[in-house]
């Protein structure tokens, strides 16, 4: 299972609204130009985004001089469940458990669609157990160690090169 690139923009979108307004909604306005050159998302796809997920009540826009928009909820109300929804349509990982859309050829026969319901809540708990929030905090450490937050790359040391490395130096 793999998400839309669109889907995926908006996600990066709203990451990074919920860092500029500290997550709180109704805070610093934004807008497509702003979003689209901090993120690197192309603006037409932010401009259409940014549509979507007002029409789904993330985000809420004002139109006009002094517009722009903000986030409609604090971002630890908004999933990412909620997120991808807002692009793709409701979760739904088979047309079994699609009611908009025609069953499949094997539907009187099959022995697993039963389950279907069940996987694909779990996966649809997965993701709206992931709240905006979360996703625009720095993380932790990997497992955990230290209790401290990761470092971007920028911060990692490069390789001491006068070390080295099975009889070769590091340049």
Known sequence: MRLSSLADYAVV?????????GGACGQARLNATLLAENTGVPLP????????LSAAGL???????????HLARTADAISLAD???AVEGPIAMTTCVDDSRDHCALDHHCSVKPHWGVVNEAVRGALASVSLASLSSPLPLAGGVGGGLARPLSFIPSPDPS?????EKVS
Request: charged share 30%; hydrophobic share 35%; no cysteine.
């Open 163 to 167: 070390r080295e490395r099975e009889g």
């Open 83 to 85: 997120i991808i929804e």
């Open 45 to 52: 796809t932010a401009q259409k985004l940014v549509s979507r």
């Open 59 to 69: 985000i809420e826009s004002t139109r006009g001089t002094g517009g722009g928009f």
């Open 13 to 21: 979108m709203m990451t990074a609204a919920a860092r500029h307004t």
